[in-house]
């Protein structure tokens, strides 16, 4: 093959995938150095750990968006939209991130009755729970709730926080437009871009998903809402 | 199947030592009674062999060689695992081949990386759980009660619990495969009222193509694919339907795009390979078989027929030196596989035919005379026609003729093949004796079929089924007949009472029928009586 033929996206994205495979190799390694921890160091030092542990689990969740970005910008992503027991995705996502959450206190629960069914892709919505999980983990004081339900045809995901709530500027903006990174606040804008366009992939009787975020909720706290038709 | 996680066998499949040791720890933990684990292809199939897994976690991407795909597809293929074993595929991202493909070579699950200990366990045990669910089905299927299978379906369906969509497809499947068109037809339309889905859509395109309305066919692959690019499974469909309809180029066209989205479908890539040498586009055709030959270095879609496709294009293109090279090397990879001899065989003449040695060219085709003969009912039509083209270069007119009679014989109400076999008469410029030959052979058939359905008239189902056992020793591929004789056999127990090697014979002749013309009427009308018959265990 010819060098122009590599197109640079591809490089980047295969690039990416690699650096997936040795972040997932050290994540298993760092949970299990952590169960051995568990009963023999003291709290500061399993503090450290646990959020060593979140930091490698948030580069490898915006790993995973980029990608996914990129084969949706190719339109090569399979986007694979089936029936899914919504508890049990709930569930499976909260327990993904207990770990980490266990370590700054925080207690996760899930709202969403056991007959609740729903059509998505379900790595991609994973995907948009894990980053909304993420940030209430930044934002919450030690609560966070996911609730999910459907109301008017819609199924509505809720990830809310006992947190102050997000700052004014940020409501006000479109969350689901792009607006673009800023690497001065430090913000680079991914998971909720990442997350708009997910919603945006999911279609139905003329129906689109959407995106918002809100301050309120059972806590009072910030709250991440994805609607899905 | 395992009732229990802790009671189940396991098997490890990853090539990453740290990998495959943090899995075996997570098993380890939840106290799974046996665990292996295997860091290649190989060695993993090596094991698959020998011992029966109830569950099997697999990398998707194993380095060189085979990856977990190709593993499972393998491993199904040769048996090595059976519908209740669990395969869950880990893998960094999603991959297109991993379920774009048939629905009987998908994982039962897949998981995307990094995984946990907790995560791992409540997914196991969920597919236990859904295995069990699913297992009444499965015997039912097996023991070929479709109508039991569809009610069972039925009753899982009605309790809504997670995998209504696996359960959708095989009720639909099943429906197709009764040949209950209008009901599959209406089950695919109830879907895809709630919401249109990919797979559902498709499923409605197949009773269409089946039905052989293909114009409806043709639009609907098309909405597919005009909503989801990406779900390949329509655009073969699309392929398939517009070579029925005689648009070749454009089935050519629609595989050469899906190619470019997702290049290493080896049965697709051969598709197009065929479909270019039917368009005499010799220089894609040679490509795309030998990039069919390299994918599928390890794949269990590996074919003799693709080697013996580029010999042919090689010969067409005047390069039989080539050729013959290629042959030598299909006879290297497919030692003691009869149909692979016979396809270099024939190939083999026509490139000695082009090289202007008769003499070696007549000795190839003798040998495949006599490799043909050892297996009648095993060769394509095809191959066949393969055959009597080198046969009529070589000037062997009476031999070529008998082989296009019976390939008329065995095919003498599908249209498509007696259009190939009058071309093949026209190209030998004999086409007027063709025509003759072509009425004359199917005649023949008719005449057989009408001689015993007046025995069945008469009541005389006897005499009927031994004239039909053997007129099918010569014709082992007509359906007719096959269905025919299948009649016979029905109307003989209802005369003379059930016989269990009657209704075990006639179940075999529908299988056969089924094979051959999927769309054949009176297969699941036949199906269903035997099925009230004898209502399997």
């Given at each position: 093959?010819?060098?122009?033929?590599?197109?640079?996206?591809?490089?980047?994205?295969?690039?990416i995938h690699d650096m997936k495979n040795s972040l997932n190799i050290q994540i298993g390694f760092l949970e299990?150095?952590?169960?051995?921890?568990?009963?023999?160091?003291?709290?500061?030092?399993?503090?450290?750990?646990?959020?060593t542990i979140y930091e490698a689990n948030r580069m490898n969740v915006n790993l995973i968006q980029i990608l996914s970005?990129?084969?949706?910008?190719?339109?090569?992503?399979?986007?694979?939209?089936?029936?899914?027991?919504?508890?049990?995705?709930?569930?499976?996502v909260?327990?993904q991130n207990?770990s980490i959450?266990?370590?700054?206190?925080?207690?996760?629960?899930?709202?969403?009755?056991?007959?609740?069914?729903?059509?998505?892709?379900?790595d991609?919505?994973t995907g948009?729970?894990v980053n909304?999980l993420n940030?209430?983990y930044?934002?919450?004081?030690?609560?966070?709730?996911?609730?999910?339900?459907?109301?008017?045809?819609?199924?509505?995901?809720?990830?809310?926080?006992?947190?102050?709530?997000?700052?004014?500027?940020?409501?006000?903006?479109?969350?689901?437009?792009?607006?673009?990174?800023?690497?001065?606040?430090?913000?680079?804008?991914l998971g909720?871009?990442f997350?708009?366009?997910?919603?945006?992939?999911?279609?139905?009787?003329?129906?689109?998903?959407?995106?918002?975020?809100?301050?309120?909720?059972?806590?009072?706290?910030?709250?991440?809402?994805?609607?899905?038709? | 199947?395992?009732?229990?996680?802790?009671?189940?066998?396991?098997?490890?499949?990853?090539?990453?030592?740290?990998?495959?040791?943090?899995?075996?720890?997570?098993?380890?933990?939840?106290?799974?009674?046996?665990?292996?684990?295997?860091?290649?292809?190989?060695?993993?199939?090596?094991?698959?062999?020998?011992?029966?897994?109830?569950?099997?976690?697999?990398?998707?991407?194993?380095?060189?060689?085979?990856?977990?795909?190709?593993?499972?597809?393998?491993?199904?293929?040769?048996?090595?695992?059976?519908?209740?074993?669990?395969?869950?595929?880990?893998t960094a991202e999603?991959?297109?081949?991993?379920?774009?493909?048939?629905?009987?070579?998908?994982?039962?699950?897949?998981l995307l990386k990094p995984i946990t200990?907790?995560m791992?366990?409540?997914?196991?045990?969920?597919?236990?759980?859904?295995?069990?669910?699913?297992?009444?089905?499965?015997?039912?299927?097996?023991?070929?009660?479709?109508?039991?299978?569809?009610?069972?379906?039925?009753?899982?369906?009605?309790?809504?619990?997670?995998?209504?969509?696996?359960?959708?497809?095989?009720?639909?499947?099943?429906?197709?495969?009764?040949?209950?068109?209008?009901?599959?037809?209406?089950?695919?339309?109830?879907?895809?009222?709630?919401?249109?889905?990919?797979?559902?859509?498709?499923?409605?395109?197949?009773?269409?193509?089946?039905?052989?309305?293909?114009?409806?066919?043709?639009?609907?692959?098309?909405?597919?694919?005009?909503?989801?690019?990406?779900?390949?499974?329509?655009?073969?469909?699309?392929?398939?339907?517009?070579?029925?309809?005689?648009?070749?180029?454009?089935?050519?066209?629609?595989?050469?795009?899906?190619?470019?989205?997702?290049?290493?479908?080896?049965?697709?890539?051969?598709?197009?390979?065929?479909?270019?040498?039917?368009?005499?586009?010799?220089?894609?055709?040679?490509?795309?078989?030998?990039?069919?030959?390299?994918?599928?270095?390890?794949?269990?879609?590996?074919?003799?027929?693709?080697?013996?496709?580029?010999?042919?294009?090689?010969?067409?293109?005047?390069?039989?030196?080539?050729?013959?090279?290629?042959?030598?090397?299909?006879?290297?990879?497919?030692?003691?596989?009869?149909?692979?001899?016979?396809?270099?065989?024939?190939?083999?003449?026509?490139?000695?035919?082009?090289?202007?040695?008769?003499?070696?060219?007549?000795?190839?085709?003798?040998?495949?005379?006599?490799?043909?003969?050892?297996?009648?009912?095993?060769?394509?039509?095809?191959?066949?026609?393969?055959?009597?083209?080198?046969?009529?270069?070589?000037?062997?007119?009476?031999?070529?003729?008998?082989?296009?009679?019976?390939?008329?014989?065995?095919?003498?109400?599908?249209?498509?093949?007696?259009?190939?076999?009058?071309?093949?008469?026209?190209?030998?410029?004999?086409?007027?004796?063709?025509?003759?030959?072509?009425?004359?052979?199917?005649?023949?058939?008719?005449?057989?079929?009408?001689?015993?359905?007046?025995?069945?008239?008469?009541?005389?189902?006897?005499?009927?089924?031994?004239?039909?056992?053997?007129?099918?020793?010569?014709?082992?591929?007509?359906?007719?007949?096959?269905?025919?004789?299948?009649?016979?056999?029905?109307?003989?127990?209802?005369?003379?009472?059930?016989?269990?090697?009657?209704?075990?014979?006639?179940?075999?002749?529908?299988?056969?029928?089924?094979?051959?013309?999927?769309?054949?009427?009176?297969?699941?009308?036949?199906?269903?009586?035997?099925?009230?018959?004898?209502?399997?265990?």
């Amino acid at each position: 093959m010819n060098q122009e033929d590599i197109d640079f996206s591809d490089f980047i994205a295969s690039s990416i995938h690699d650096m997936k495979n040795s972040l997932n190799i050290q994540i298993g390694f760092l949970e299990e150095l952590m169960g051995e921890c568990r009963n023999k160091v003291d709290g500061s030092m399993l503090g450290q750990l646990g959020h060593t542990i979140y930091e490698a689990n948030r580069m490898n969740v915006n790993l995973i968006q980029i990608l996914s970005l990129y084969k949706l910008g190719k339109s090569i992503y399979p986007m694979d939209i089936a029936e899914q027991s919504v508890k049990e995705v709930l569930d499976e996502v909260v327990l993904q991130n207990q770990s980490i959450m266990g370590f700054k206190g925080i207690t996760v629960s899930v709202a969403c009755d056991e007959d609740c069914y729903w059509y998505f892709d379900r790595d991609l919505v994973t995907g948009v729970l894990v980053n909304a999980l993420n940030n209430a983990y930044n934002y919450t004081t030690d609560k966070i709730r996911v609730v999910a339900q459907v109301r008017d045809g819609m199924l509505e995901m809720r990830v809310e926080d006992n947190g102050r709530g997000y700052p004014k500027s940020l409501l006000q903006e479109n969350v689901a437009s792009n607006k673009g990174v800023s690497f001065s606040s430090g913000s680079t804008g991914l998971g909720f871009y990442f997350s708009s366009r997910v919603a945006g992939m999911h279609k139905n009787g003329g129906k689109q998903g959407a995106l918002s975020i809100e301050n309120g909720g059972a806590y009072g706290g910030g709250c991440f809402v994805l609607t899905l038709p | 199947m395992a009732i229990l996680l802790k009671q189940a066998t396991a098997l490890v499949i990853d090539d990453f030592q740290s990998m495959r040791s943090m899995l075996v720890g997570f098993l380890k933990a939840m106290e799974v009674a046996s665990i292996d684990s295997a860091a290649h292809a190989k060695e993993a199939l090596g094991l698959l062999a020998t011992k029966k897994y109830d569950i099997v976690i697999c990398d998707y991407s194993l380095g060189q060689g085979q990856n977990g795909q190709q593993i499972l597809e393998e491993a199904k293929h040769k048996n090595y695992i059976g519908y209740s074993t669990i395969w869950v595929m880990v893998t960094a991202e999603k991959t297109m081949d991993m379920f774009m493909g048939a629905a009987e070579t998908r994982p039962d699950d897949y998981l995307l990386k990094p995984i946990t200990e907790a995560m791992l366990e409540a997914r196991l045990n969920k597919l236990i759980e859904k295995k069990r669910s699913l297992e009444p089905v499965e015997k039912a299927v097996k023991s070929k009660d479709y109508q039991r299978a569809i009610a069972l379906c039925d009753e899982l369906l009605k309790k809504h619990t997670t995998g209504t969509q696996e359960i959708q497809r095989i009720k639909s499947d099943l429906l197709i495969t009764t040949g209950d068109f209008s009901a599959a037809k209406a089950y695919f339309e109830s879907i895809l009222a709630v919401r249109s889905m990919p797979w559902a859509k498709t499923g409605l395109g197949k009773v269409h193509f089946l039905a052989k309305d293909f114009a409806r066919a043709k639009e609907i692959f098309q909405e597919v694919l005009e909503e989801n690019k990406m779900y390949l499974e329509a655009a073969d469909w699309l392929s398939k339907t517009l070579d029925a309809m005689g648009d070749l180029e454009q089935a050519q066209n629609v595989l050469s795009k899906a190619m470019e989205l997702s290049p290493n479908a080896v049965a697709r890539q051969k598709n197009l390979a065929d479909a270019a040498y039917k368009n005499g586009d010799l220089d894609l055709a040679q490509a795309s078989y030998e990039k069919a030959i390299k994918i599928g270095q390890y794949s269990v879609y590996k074919s003799s027929s693709t080697y013996a496709g580029l010999a042919k294009v090689l010969t067409a293109k005047d390069d039989p030196e080539e050729a013959l090279k290629v042959l030598d090397r299909t006879r290297e990879e497919f030692k003691g596989d009869p149909e692979a001899a016979l396809q270099t065989a024939v190939i083999e003449g026509m490139a000695y035919q082009k090289m202007g040695d008769p003499e070696r060219a007549g000795e190839a085709l003798a040998a495949a005379e006599e490799l043909m003969r050892s297996q009648p009912a095993g060769v394509s039509a095809a191959t066949t026609m393969d055959m009597a083209n080198a046969l009529f270069k070589l000037g062997k007119k009476d031999e070529a003729c008998s082989l296009l009679e019976n390939v008329v014989k065995n095919n003498h109400e599908n249209a498509g093949i007696i259009k190939m076999v009058a071309a093949a008469f026209e190209d030998a410029g004999m086409g007027e004796e063709g025509g003759e030959l072509i009425r004359k052979s199917s005649q023949e058939v008719v005449n057989i079929n009408n001689q015993g359905v007046i025995l069945a008239n008469e009541g005389k189902f006897e005499e009927g089924i031994k004239l039909m056992r053997q007129a099918l020793q010569n014709l082992p591929n007509n359906d007719l007949m096959l269905t025919n004789l299948c009649g016979m056999m029905i109307g003989l127990m209802s005369k003379k009472g059930k016989d269990d090697s009657l209704i075990f014979e006639a179940r075999e002749l529908l299988e056969r029928v089924q094979k051959i013309n999927p769309s054949n009427k009176k297969y699941s009308a036949y199906m269903s009586i035997l099925n009230k018959l004898a209502p399997p265990a």
